[in-house]
C-alpha cells in the first residue's frame, strides 16, 4: 500500500453535495478535518450552509458550481482546484437524479437528462480527477449508486438503468486502475429518508418500512459512514465491490 499523507490531510470532492447523503457525506469527512471540496449545480446557500457546518468541525472547504453534464464545467473546477492546490485525493460520485414512471411515457429528453447526470457525471468527473491519482499510486473512488441498480424497479427502469451503468463502470474501471493503486467501488443504498422519497404518501412509506427486515428507512449519516470506511488508506484492498446498505431488504 502506497502511502501518500496522512488521511486527515486529504482533500475530497463530494459531488452533489448541498443536501442528502452528499452532505452527511461531507459532514462525516470534516470530523477528521479533511479538505472538503462541495459541488453543487444550483443550491448556493445550502451548499454554503453545508460548508459552514463543515468549517466548525475544523475542515478547510471550497464550494464549487458546475453542471455535471458538462466537460467544460468540470474541467474548469479542475483548474479551479489544481489553483488552490486541493485536487481531491478522493471522488465521490453522488451527484444524481430520479425519474418515476412508466417506460411508455417517457421521452428521450427524459432518458438523456437521468444518463447525463447520473453517468454521464460520473464519468466525466472520474476522468477529469484520476490522473494525479494514478500518478501518485493512490486514490479512492467512490460511486454513489443504488439498490436499483442491483435489482430494477418498476416504474423506475430510467433509474435502475443509469445506476445498474454506474454499478458496471465501477467493477470495470476498479480493474483498469487497481495496479494504480486506486480503488473504486459504489455504494448502492436502498430507501433512504432524502428529497428523493418526498414524493412518497405517509402510508407508502409504511408499506415501504414493512418489507424491510429492520423495519425503516435508512439515514443519509448511515450511507455517509459506509463511504467514508471505503475512503480510508486501509481499506485498500476492497475494490470493483457493489455494495448495498439496506436494511435486509435485498440479499
Not at 489544481?82 to 428521450?108: C, K, R, W
Not at 480503488?183 to 430507501?191: C, D, E, I, K, L
Not at 422519497?197 to 443519509?220: C, W
Amino acid at each position: 500500500m502506497t502511502f501518500v499523507k496522512p488521511f486527515s490531510e486529504q482533500t475530497v470532492l463530494v459531488t452533489g453535495a448541498s443536501r442528502g447523503i452528499g452532505a452527511a457525506i461531507a459532514l462525516r469527512f470534516a470530523a477528521v478535518g479533511m479538505q472538503i471540496v462541495i459541488h453543487y449545480r444550483e443550491s448556493h446557500e445550502a451548499a454554503n450552509e453545508i460548508a459552514r457546518a463543515c468549517m466548525k468541525q475544523g475542515a478547510k472547504v471550497f464550494t464549487v458550481s458546475a453542471d455535471i453534464q458538462s466537460r467544460e464545467h468540470i474541467l474548469k473546477m479542475r483548474d479551479k482546484l489544481e489553483q488552490m492546490n486541493m485536487l481531491p485525493d478522493i471522488v465521490v460520485n453522488n451527484a444524481g437524479i430520479s425519474h418515476y414512471g412508466m417506460l411508455a411515457d417517457v421521452t428521450e429528453e427524459d432518458w438523456d437528462r437521468v444518463m447525463d447526470v447520473n453517468l454521464k457525471g460520473s464519468f466525466l468527473c472520474t476522468q477529469a480527477f484520476m490522473a494525479p491519482m494514478i500518478k501518485q499510486k493512490y486514490g479512492r473512488i467512490i460511486n454513489v449508486s443504488s439498490i436499483w441498480g442491483i435489482s430494477g424497479a418498476s416504474c423506475e427502469v430510467l433509474y435502475s438503468t443509469a445506476k445498474g451503468g454506474l454499478n458496471a463502470f465501477t467493477k470495470a474501471l476498479a480493474k483498469e486502475l487497481a495496479p494504480s493503486g486506486v480503488t473504486v467501488n459504489a455504494v448502492a443504498p436502498g430507501a433512504v429518508h432524502t428529497d428523493m422519497m418526498a414524493g412518497f404518501q405517509p402510508d407508502e412509506i409504511a408499506a415501504l418500512e414493512n418489507e424491510i427486515p429492520v423495519g425503516r428507512l435508512a439515514s443519509p449519516n448511515e450511507v455517509a459512514s459506509l463511504v467514508y470506511f471505503l475512503a480510508l488508506p486501509e481499506s485498500s484492498y476492497i475494490t470493483g465491490q457493489i455494495i448495498s446498505p439496506n436494511g435486509g431488504w435485498h440479499t
